[in-house]
């Protein structure tokens, strides 16, 4: 089957930093663009971090620019998003998505062919 699974969610203080996993099954990876998105309560669904297939190419969006790192190791077939310095608005499902193109990071949801199940960060005192 294919699929992609996050996992690295979990309850951080302010400041803090976690690290989320993007995995490929079924499928390789590398053929892939793949951008995080994000979702808090009572907000819709927005972009966050993108990468392009080779990894040469990569955008924050400005909110998390300075603070989060996109990065993947095709052989592993993941993608990771390193989060510094976390702060209560960054509190949301974090969902993984991936699309067979070379460089994609269009913020429409329908253009990507898998999506994970998200993983929950919440950045609280």
């Known amino acids: 089957q294919l699929q992609v699974v996050e996992s690295g969610g979990g309850l951080v203080q302010p400041g803090g930093s976690l690290t989320l996993s993007c995995v490929a099954s079924?499928?390789?990876?590398?053929?892939?663009?793949v951008k995080w998105f994000r979702q808090a309560p009572g907000k819709e669904r927005e972009g966050v971090s993108c990468?392009?297939?080779?990894?040469?190419?990569?955008k924050h969006e400005d909110s998390v620019k300075g603070r989060f790192t996109i990065s993947r190791d095709n052989a592993k077939k993941t993608v990771s998003l390193q989060m510094n310095n976390l702060k209560p608005e960054d509190t949301a499902v974090y969902f993984c998505?991936?699309?067979?193109?070379?460089?994609?990071?269009?913020?429409?949801?329908?253009?990507?062919?898998?999506w994970g199940q998200g993983t929950q960060v919440t950045v609280s005192s």
């Open positions: 990468i392009s297939r080779s990894g040469a190419f990569v």
């Open positions: 079924g499928f390789s990876l590398d053929e892939y663009s």
């Open positions: 998505a991936a699309v067979d193109l070379n460089y994609y990071c269009s913020d429409n949801q329908r253009g990507y062919k898998y």
